[in-house]
T-cell receptor, first 116, second 114 residues
């Protein structure tokens, strides 16, 4: 079974600065997908960024980028130029590509606070 | 609708009662997922539908939990003989059904069992 570990329960950053959230995972699969979701107080999970394991290039979406280290099974999220609206819970998630199920396996999350 | 909707947004019930939670996916999305999020935890998978059929129900915790999607659109999660441990936020997501497609989540239903 796959597991996802987020070792930082809480993080804080000053507005306009950069912060990195950590995520490690355990799997015997070779092909899979990794995701970062944001969950603000409204509870609605919003996709931030996704990475296909077979792609060596790290995914980037505007101020959000990942550092994907497949051998180390590490998938960290970097938020540049942090904004107050980035305050939320952030969840790392794993999905395997074979086996018929498209379920996401989530970590416990990191609570990020952006301070003015 | 523009996004996934779930009703009710909050549900309070008494131990032993039956509850139904509803999910309306994004129009045209063939895949639908239910997750349960307990306090301080990440969402945990319950069940996945592709069309009308449950493609994977391995996450349902026991036989008190059941979900249907009779017409391949709206889904209902049904919980019988509720227990206090069932208290959680129940999240629904949908996707186009393509391999590893992005799952779009609804706002969830917060279930409280007294």
């Amino acid at each position: 079974a796959q597991t996802v570990t987020q070792s930082q329960p809480e993080m804080s950053v000053q507005e306009a600065e950069t912060v990195t959230l950590s995520c490690t995972y355990d799997t015997s699969e070779n092909n899979y997908y990794l995701f970062w979701y944001k969950q603000p107080p409204s509870r609605q999970m919003i996709l931030v960024i996704r990475q296909e394991a077979y792609k060596q290039q790290n995914a980037t979406e505007n101020r959000f980028s990942v550092n994907f280290q497949k051998a180390a099974k590490s998938f960290s999220l970097k938020i540049s130029d942090s904004q107050l609206g980035d305050t939320a819970m952030y969840f790392c998630a794993f999905m395997k590509t074979q086996g018929g199920s498209e379920k996401l396996v989530f970590g416990k999350g990191t609570k990020l606070t952006v301070n003015p | 609708g523009a996004g996934v909707s779930q009703t009710p947004s909050n549900k309070v019930t008494e131990k032993g009662k039956y509850v139904e939670l509803r999910c309306d996916p994004i129009s045209g999305h063939t895949a639908l997922y239910w997750y349960r999020q307990s306090l301080g935890q990440g969402p945990e998978f319950l069940i996945y539908f592709q069309g009308t059929g449950a493609a994977d129900d391995s996450g349902l915790p026991n036989d008190r939990f059941f979900a249907v999607r009779p017409e391949g659109s709206v889904s209902t999660l049904k919980i019988q003989r509720t227990e206090r441990g069932d208290s959680a936020v129940y999240l629904c997501a949908s996707s186009k059904g393509l391999a590893a497609d992005t799952q779009y989540f609804g706002p969830g239903t917060r279930l409280t069992v007294l």
